[in-house]
């Protein structure tokens, strides 16, 4: 092949005709990585995304386009987990679970050759996406051989984006799996090197994104990272409800607390003096003072003397 043949077909790509799904983090037609350790909530997190993304709505601040539609690939346990977290977040999508279905060869995953371009591929068939959708692979790493081995990886994600490509779709996938050290203090500083296995996952993949428990960086919250290879890396911190969906911190915090201060409260005519809810609240007392102010604008509870409050009647 001479130069002008090289250059010829190596020009501009050409405009995408879908819009990305969150533009400047994940872009259309690529292939990203969420990666985690195991039981660290990736796949709840990762259906409060799927549900935000369906419904055009705001993602951490990001603006984000809806997809035609959203395909889950289950490849790791039975059907149920995935549901539990897709139903509770209210995330629409065409599920296919590769273990409970009995007519899949499991020996087909052990040709790490053709685990992209006919298991992986086959899997995808089974959804029926029209163009311009995302597909969502749980895990991502199972149909890239061995996670260590640098050219596999390498020639794995090539294959996803050219599939994502050929077939006009966009990829989530979920790495399960991330390299733990037992002191805290001798972790990887970056969150996105804990990622198990080849640094070809983040060289050939697009946006990485990581989602790390409050014992892996002892924080009182969950950590999220996305890192996109167009942007610069944001950070979140994430707590849970007490459904175990993910919310941002703060507002999780403030829930939390408000929740304290009306539990100190009584319904009594008498009601509850300032410090009495200091002291059986256990909340700051600028915070009591603030959340008292905005509780009484909402007409949950009454002020019914100096410094004591009680809560509105419900009837």
Same mark, same amino acid.
């Given at each position: 092949m001479s130069l002008s043949d090289f250059a010829t077909r190596s020009q501009a790509p050409a405009p995408s005709p879908f819009p990305?799904?969150?533009?400047?983090?994940?872009?259309?037609?690529?292939?990203?990585?969420?990666?985690?350790?195991?039981?660290?909530?990736?796949?709840?997190?990762?259906?409060?995304?799927?549900?935000?993304?369906?419904?055009?709505k705001d993602i951490f601040g990001a603006a984000c386009h809806a997809p035609p539609a959203i395909g889950f690939i289950s490849a790791d346990r039975g059907a149920a987990t995935a549901w539990h977290w897709l139903r509770l977040a209210g995330a629409d999508v065409r599920f296919y679970n590769l273990v409970e279905d009995t007519e899949f060869a499991t020996i087909r995953l052990r040709n790490k050759f053709q685990l992209v371009t006919v298991v992986l591929e086959g899997c995808v068939e089974q959804l029926a996406l029209p163009p311009g959708s995302i597909v969502v692979v749980d895990p991502v790493t199972l149909f890239m051989g061995n996670p260590n081995d640098y050219q596999g990886c390498a020639i794995a994600c090539i294959e996803m984006r050219r599939m994502c490509h050929r077939r006009q779709l966009t990829m989530l996938g979920t790495a399960h799996a991330s390299k733990q050290k037992a002191d805290s203090k001798a972790q990887y500083k970056r969150l996105q090197d804990r990622i198990l296995g080849s640094a070809?996952?983040?060289?050939?993949?697009?946006?990485?994104?990581?989602?790390?428990?409050?014992?892996?960086?002892? !924080?009182?919250?969950?950590?999220?990272?996305?890192?996109?290879? /167009?942007?610069?890396?944001?950070?979140?911190? @994430?707590?849970? &409800?007490?459904?175990?969906?993910?919310?941002?911190?703060?507002?999780?915090?403030?829930?939390?607390?408000?929740?304290?201060?009306?539990?100190?409260?009584?319904?009594?005519?008498?009601?509850?003096?300032?410090? !009495?809810?200091?002291?059986?609240?256990?909340?700051?007392?600028? /915070?009591?003072?603030?959340?008292?102010?905005? @509780?009484?604008? &909402?007409?949950?509870?009454?002020?019914?003397?100096?410094?004591?409050?009680?809560?509105?009647?419900?009837?």
């Open positions: 990305d799904p969150i533009p400047g983090i994940i872009g259309y037609g690529t292939v990203n990585i969420l990666a985690g350790a195991p039981g660290v909530g990736k796949t709840c997190l990762l259906s409060t995304i799927l549900a935000r993304l369906r419904d055009g070809a996952q983040l060289g050939y993949g697009d946006t990485q994104m990581y989602l790390a428990s409050p014992e892996e960086t002892d !924080e009182k919250f969950h950590t999220f990272l996305w890192h996109p290879h /167009t942007s610069p890396p944001q950070i979140f911190p @994430l707590g849970r &409800d007490q459904h175990g969906m993910f919310v941002d911190w703060l507002e999780g915090t403030r829930a939390k607390e408000e929740g304290k201060i009306l539990a100190a409260i009584t319904e009594d005519e008498a009601g509850t003096s300032f410090a !009495e809810i200091l002291i059986k609240s256990e909340v700051p007392k600028t /915070t009591v003072f603030r959340y008292l102010q905005e @509780l009484m604008k &909402d007409g949950r509870i009454l002020k019914v003397g100096h410094g004591r409050y009680r809560k509105a009647p419900t009837n």
